[in-house]
């Protein structure tokens, strides 16, 4: 089992900055990415950016440019730095950890915090 906790949301005017934190803890050793995900009211969950193991990372074609996903081993904890905030990026933010199987991945996800950006 592999337990996240999200923190930093919170409320920011357009073209403002914010930083996510997400702190792993339980079986961190056998996930093979972690990643951010939104979701606005109304809308589908959305894939923001990943990093996989090693270190490779990919994003949203909305956030390319702007977000940065990190990772520091030492201390289980995913980031998300989020520059030049628009409107849309107003969403409850989601940290999500995949373990890939053969069959049907394991997927965890933490509580989700709410980043709110004004026009």
């Known amino acids: 089992q592999v337990q996240l906790v999200e923190s930093g949301g919170g409320l920011v005017q357009a073209g403002g900055s914010l930083g996510l934190s997400c702190a792993a803890s339980g079986s961190t050793f056998s996930i093979d990415s972690f990643g951010w995900y939104r979701q606005a009211p109304g809308k589908q969950r959305e894939l923001v950016a990943v990093?996989?193991?090693?270190?490779?990372?990919n994003y949203a074609d909305a956030v390319e440019g702007r977000f940065t996903i990190s990772r520091d081993n030492a201390k289980n904890t995913v980031y998300l730095q989020m520059n030049s905030l628009k409107p849309e990026d107003t969403a409850v933010y989601y940290c999500?950890?995949?373990?890939?199987?053969?069959?049907?991945?394991?997927?965890?996800w933490g509580q989700g915090t709410q980043v709110t950006v004004s026009s």
């Open positions: 999500n950890a995949k373990r890939i199987r053969a069959i049907l991945d394991d997927n965890y």
């Open positions: 990093i996989r193991r090693g270190g490779r990372t």
